[in-house]
């Protein structure tokens, strides 16, 4: 009750919560129950009911039992997916099996909980389920708000050439992150830099990867390159690093031979929303596999990228890095205040950091702050240099 509570006086509406089940008497008591933890709840017998409430009122949590019908809660789960990708859906069923449940977490549910259900579960699980589910449409809020470029092409001849050239000449720049709270060094981003002047820019370099296929070659280097300083790291910093979706397909990022493994505990693996996760059927278990071996995961580019509830379901992050896109200015736009203030205080519950990427001036600064960022990195701090540069406070 007090989480709602608090997300109300962040600014949020009571949340809406659709029950679908055909068992009359625990969908009137979940009903009961919901709507005096602080929900607005509505309700259905079936599916094919549900699909119809669905159609004209939004909800920011779906309950359906999986056996239900007219539509089964798999079904219905197939057709939300079909219309909407980021609604939690929680599942529940009072005959469990191991299909169901794949079929499930394949269709993105949130949730599966079995009956009777543990009430006091489900609330938790609500409170969850709609925060995750209002991150989502904040950042197709930051979408609609936001434009992003694209990059041109190249004679694949060429751009062989100078992207083996930009192999070789890879060097890493490490830029500080530091707390909003007392100014102290959280960590470092180590940012891919290149000596090739046919690909001036990171962003040419990936680029130029993804045309040639070559992805894997790029981020070995990569990660490689970063993690060869950090024995000069101050003791207490982390190490950011940057990994495309495709990385996490690359067995040598699991291999104990993996330069960042013998200092996993320090390193922060940022999964940009620029590339989507749909080709990583099992992302979920390799970034299991990559918190047991002490690794800490940020979503990086919030606002930028399409990933929406996936990348949290899938990932489920430590920290999660605005975009500078969002923070470019955000003292003259309410509107990016707006944004950034309700994604810090969602994340806050959540017990997920806040990194404001991009930080130029100290109006940015001072409003970023206010909005509930935890830590800050971008130029009037310190601009990315050889490992370690001095910033500014």
């Known amino acids: 009750m007090r989480e709602l509570q608090n997300d ?6 009571k949340p809406r919560v659709l029950v ?51 539509l089964t809660g798999i079904e219905l789960l197939r057709a939300i997916r079909g219309r909407d990708p980021d609604v939690p859906v929680i ?32 609330k938790r699980v609500l409170v969850r389920a709609v925060r995750l589910g209002r991150i989502a449409r904040l950042k197709q809020e930051a979408l609609t708000l936001l434009a992003n470029g694209g ?38 981003e180590a940012l891919l830099r290149s ?19 070559r992805l894997t070659d790029l981020g070995r280097a990569a990660r490689r390159a970063a993690a060869e300083p950090m024995s000069a790291a101050p003791a207490e910093a982390l190490l950011f690093v940057n990994l495309h979706s495709r990385d996490l397909l690359d067995a040598a990022l699991f291999s104990s031979e993996e330069p960042l493994t013998a200092i996993a505990s ?60 969002l923070i470019r200015g955000i003292e003259k736009h309410p ?25 130029e001036t100290r109006e940015e600064l001072d409003v970023v702050s206010a909005c509930g960022c935890d830590l800050v990195q971008g130029y009037l701090i310190a601009k990315p240099g050889r490992p370690f540069p001095s910033y500014t406070w």
């Open 195 to 213: 000596g090739e002047p046919t690909l001036p820019h990171p962003g040419a370099v990936l680029d130029a990867a993804e045309r040639l296929g």
């Open 8 to 13: 109300q006086t962040a600014g949020f509406a």
């Open 91 to 122: 599942l529940c069923t009072g005959s469990p099996d191991v299909e169901s449940a794949i079929e499930a977490v394949r269709l993105g549910a949130l949730h599966y909980l079995t009956k009777p259900i543990d009430l006091e579960e489900l």
């Open 266 to 325: 320090r390193v922060v693996l940022e999964i940009t929303e620029r590339a989507a996760l749909d080709d990583v059927d099992d992302a979920r278990s390799r970034m299991a596999q990559l918190r047991e071996r002490g690794f800490r995961i940020a979503v990086d580019d919030l606002g930028a990228g399409y990933a929406g509830l996936t990348s949290f379901v899938s990932l489920e992050p430590e920290l999660i890095k605005l975009d500078m896109t």
């Open 20 to 70: 679908a089940d055909d068992d009359d008497e625990l969908r009137a008591f979940l009903r009961r129950a919901l709507t005096a933890a602080g929900y607005e709840v509505s309700s259905a017998s079936n599916g094919r009911e549900a699909t119809t409430i669905l159609g004209h009122t939004p909800v920011d949590a779906i309950v359906s039992d999986i056996s239900m019908p007219e």
């Open 151 to 188: 990059l041109g092409g190249s004679d694949l001849l060429a751009l062989e050439t100078s992207f083996e050239r930009a192999l070789a000449s890879l060097w890493m720049a490490f830029q500080p992150i530091v707390r909003t709270q007392d100014g102290t060094i959280f960590g470092y």
């Open 335 to 359: 509107m990016k205040r707006k944004l950034v203030s309700s994604v810090a205080s969602l994340c806050r519950e959540l017990g997920l950091l806040v990194v404001a990427e991009g930080v």
